[in-house]
């Protein structure tokens, strides 16, 4: 995993400076995800891959008395991310550490309970061992917690020549829309799935259980 986050160093050394000004194109759903979410005072997430804290510092404005825990595998994104929680002046809602998903535990941060909520937004695309990293995940939360995903889908709606030159723009930067994970939580029957027009990118939102076995 090690080598993995190298790789996220390489490509976001630079690109960490104009990651939030050049995504907000093309990384849809993320605010509606954020809407959705409904946490509850007292209520604590993580965000797997949580890059430039974008969206953590969005949460802790919308979900003020909510517990925030950022994760992600480049050491060079969470310099970015600490800079801007602490301009938003959040350093006391939010914390991050550096990790890997298929390892994920609440023992990162310290913590011995687990987590009321997950969040993956628009990482597993990026994670090479997505199914592990749902299960471990999952293993993180409360027994009424729940799983939340905005992700890229299988983008079979698109018309061409759309699909192929947003999939050679994506592996620029290592991005892998996995058509096997929105099946997943096709087939699975998850508590909510969402898909964005051309299936381009789905939100889901499932319970614990979905994903430990």
Known sequence: MSGHGAL??????????IYDLTRKY???????????????PGESLIEVGCGTARNLIAIARRYPGAALY?????QEMLKTAAGK?????????????????EA??????????????VLFSYSLSMIPDWKQSLKSASSCLA??????????GDLDGLTWPAK???????R??????????????????????????????????????????
Not at 8 to 17: A, L, N, T
């Open 8 to 17: 996220m160093d390489s490509v976001y050394r630079h690109q960490r400076f």
């Open 26 to 40: 093309y990384l849809f759903g993320r605010d509606r995800m954020i809407r959705e979410l409904d946490l509850a």
């Open 70 to 74: 950022g994760l992600d595998a480049s």
């Open 85 to 101: 929680v602490e301009q938003a002046g959040l350093t006391d809602r939010i914390r991050l550490a550096h990790g890997y998903a």
């Open 104 to 117: 994920l535990s609440p023992a990162l941060f310290g913590l011995e309970q687990p987590f009321s909520r």
């Open 143 to 152: 027994r009424d917690g729940r799983l939340h995903v905005v992700d890229f």
């Open 164 to 170: 192929p030159l947003l999939l050679a723009w994506l």
């Open 172 to 213: 620029l930067f290592h991005v892998s829309p996995r058509a096997d994970l929105l099946r997943e939580f096709e087939t699975k029957g998850c508590g909510t799935l969402s898909l964005l027009p051309g299936r381009y990118a789905f939100l889901a939102a499932a319970s614990r259980e979905i994903f430990l076995n």
